[in-house]
């Protein structure tokens, strides 16, 4: 009776197989064909060409600075993430849906009014522009920053792959735990983090692969310095409108790559940890 049911309550084979199709045909024109082109256009001039673009000093320096700043964003997103996550997840306080609401502001707000916000922050102008003169501190069109633009804009992606993942588990592992007798931090290194650590590093892969790709509000915040301020985006930018076409898409190759390499690990996951993966992406 059981299976009938579910038959019964299951869409036509035709309709089925024809939304699977058109799911297909969109992926494909939208996403693995425009990609397919970059790398035809990477190539065009032969491998010595696109390895030569790719080893110019203004290349070299922009992804340096953008591994640079993935090296400084992701370790500190995942560590505010974490504890933001268990503070939501684990206590009540006043303001907690305020805070909720905060941490999906870089979701909303376009990257490129981030970045004027922080020119209204550290600018000359700006509310901390004596301040930073005194201590003779540079922000704005140097690394400092393109770290921050890209520390606001990705910030969401760990800690909110967090809280529904913790809220769902609940806490009694962890009352067991002080119970018997675990402090904070051996229950935390314990119980915690075991039971979160899939869903911690798939929001730390969402937030790799936002940080190497940010361009509206590291454009704003970074000068256009070539060779010094610059990142693989808008490395790529320059090049495009000087009309070095080769050029532009050796580096969007690159920058792809780089991209793949994170899918790739995130398809690992969720094949090896589906359950708990899953579970990360129940929302209440």
């Given at each position: 009776m059981h299976d009938a049911a579910l038959r019964d309550l299951q869409e036509p084979a035709w309709l089925r197989w024809s939304l699977i199709a058109l799911a297909v045909l969109v992926m494909a024109a939208l996403v693995v064909l425009p990609l397919v082109m970059v790398l035809g256009a990477a190539f065009a001039e032969g491998f010595?060409?696109?390895?030569?673009?790719?080893?110019?000093?203004?290349?070299?320096?922009?992804?340096?600075?953008?591994?640079?700043?993935?090296?400084?964003v992701v370790?500190?997103?995942?560590?505010?993430?974490?504890?933001?996550?268990?503070?939501?997840?684990?206590?009540?306080?006043?303001?907690?849906?305020?805070?909720?609401?905060?941490?999906?502001?870089?979701?909303?707000?376009?990257?490129?009014?981030?970045?004027?916000?922080?020119?209204?922050?550290?600018?000359?102008h700006g509310w901390f522009a004596d301040l930073l003169q005194r201590f003779d501190i540079k922000i704005l069109f140097a690394r400092p920053g393109i770290v921050l633009a890209t520390l606001f804009i990705t910030f969401p992606f760990v800690v909110r792959e967090l809280i529904p993942l913790m809220q769902q588990q609940g806490a009694?592992?962890?009352?067991?735990?002080?119970?018997?007798?675990?402090?904070?931090?051996?229950?935390?290194?314990?119980?915690?983090?075991?039971?979160?650590k899939w869903g911690l590093l798939y929001g730390v892969l969402l937030c790799s692969a936002r940080a190497m790709g940010e361009f509206g509000a590291v454009s704003v915040v970074s000068g256009h310095i070539r060779g010094l301020t610059n990142t693989l985006p808008l490395h790529i930018e320059i090049l495009y409108n000087e009309f070095d076409s080769t050029g532009a898409f050796a580096a969007a190759s690159l920058l792809a790559g780089l991209a793949l390499i994170t899918l790739i690990l995130k398809f690992w996951l969720e094949s090896r940890h589906g359950d708990a993966l899953a579970k990360s992406h129940r929302r209440h």
């Open positions: 010595g060409r696109w390895l030569d673009s790719l080893t110019q000093p203004d290349a070299l320096s922009a992804l340096k600075l953008t591994l640079f700043t993935v090296a400084i370790p500190v997103n995942a560590g505010f993430g974490l504890f933001t996550a268990w503070a939501i997840a684990r206590f009540e306080f006043r303001g907690k849906q305020l805070l909720l609401s905060l941490i999906d502001l870089p979701f909303a707000v376009s990257p490129v009014v981030a970045g004027l916000c922080l020119v209204l922050l550290f600018g000359s009694d592992e962890e009352l067991a735990a002080r119970s018997l007798g675990a402090g904070g931090w051996t229950m935390f290194r314990r119980v915690t983090l075991p039971n979160i």
